[in-house]
């Protein structure tokens, strides 16, 4: 059945500037800006990404999968032939392949923990957590948050910053546990890094979610964005990578995380893990 009266728009930043002769751009359709509760296949809002980037069409699907099979609640994707109508324009104009990428919503959220209650943020900032006070018109912004946060929400986030921010190296190995569900944040970054993913927070503070899960009140991190994924971006170069410093030297954040001594072991031996089973070329 048609489902009309939806929103649609352009999508992306970079994809959108290498598609500024074509009609073959990202789209984002929103079922329910205008007609609440209509859905496919339990979605209310579908990613149209148009892969530009990548002439074999893979990167984002192959990228995706490998999230998930690590353990990385990470978005869903497949593909779809896309045409389009558009009265005096178009008739019926096949616009190519696309990969459907899930939306990290509530939808999401719920088919994932469970609940709708999480507070999920789309950050884009080289200064992830850096504590700036407890107004939170200060962190909006860069946080872009995709759910109204709680106060009990922004109070813990506003901790996690100042932990980031304010706290020796003793008490910060310490208590990060209370705030990083490590063994998902290891296998997040042990993804990121074999991908040679480097828009992303590796190095461009972007291209990432965070969520803030409500049961155990802890940070996961999961991808977005994966079409520059395996190598797939212009700086720095793979060849140029460590495993054991992957990450931009002014990213703080990740500079303190990945010294803790618990990150780091974790992160080191889901590589190695990942590496016998996950890697493997013949299996890709």
Do not use: C
Request: zero cysteines; charged letters at 25%.
């Amino acid at each position: 059945a048609a489902l009309g009266n939806v929103a649609v728009r352009y999508k992306g930043n970079g994809t959108f500037m290498d598609t500024r002769q074509s009609d073959k751009k990202s789209f984002k359709v929103d079922l329910n800006e205008f007609v609440k509760g209509q859905k496919i296949a339990g979605l209310s809002k579908l990613n149209f990404h148009n892969n530009i980037t990548d002439a074999g069409l893979m990167n984002e699907p192959l990228a995706y999968a490998l999230y998930r099979d690590a353990g990385v609640p990470a978005p869903r994707s497949s593909y779809a032939r896309l045409t389009v109508d558009a009265p005096g324009a178009h008739t019926n104009r096949y616009l190519g392949l696309y990969s459907i990428v899930e939306n990290p919503d509530n939808n999401w959220a719920e088919d994932q923990f469970g609940s709708k209650k999480g507070l999920i943020l789309k950050p884009v900032t080289r200064e992830l957590f850096k504590f700036q006070g407890e107004e939170w018109s200060k962190y909006q912004q860069a946080y872009d948050p995709k759910t109204d946060p709680t106060v009990s929400q922004l109070q813990r986030i506003y901790a996690f910053a100042r932990l980031v921010t304010d706290a020796d190296d003793a008490e910060f190995a310490r208590r990060l546990p209370e705030f990083l569900d490590v063994d998902e944040f290891s296998r997040f970054m042990a993804v990121t890094v074999w991908l040679s993913s480097t828009d992303s927070i590796l190095t461009m503070g972007q291209n990432f979610v965070v969520y803030l899960h409500p049961k155990t009140d802890k940070f996961l991190f999961l991808p977005w964005d994966l079409d520059r994924a395996f190598g797939n971006f212009f700086t720095p170069s793979p060849t140029e990578m460590s495993i054991k410093g992957a990450w931009a030297t002014d990213n703080r954040f990740l500079q303190r995380v990945m010294k803790v001594e618990a990150v780091k072991e974790a992160y080191l031996a889901r590589m190695a893990e990942f590496q016998k089973t996950l890697f493997q070329p013949g299996r890709l």
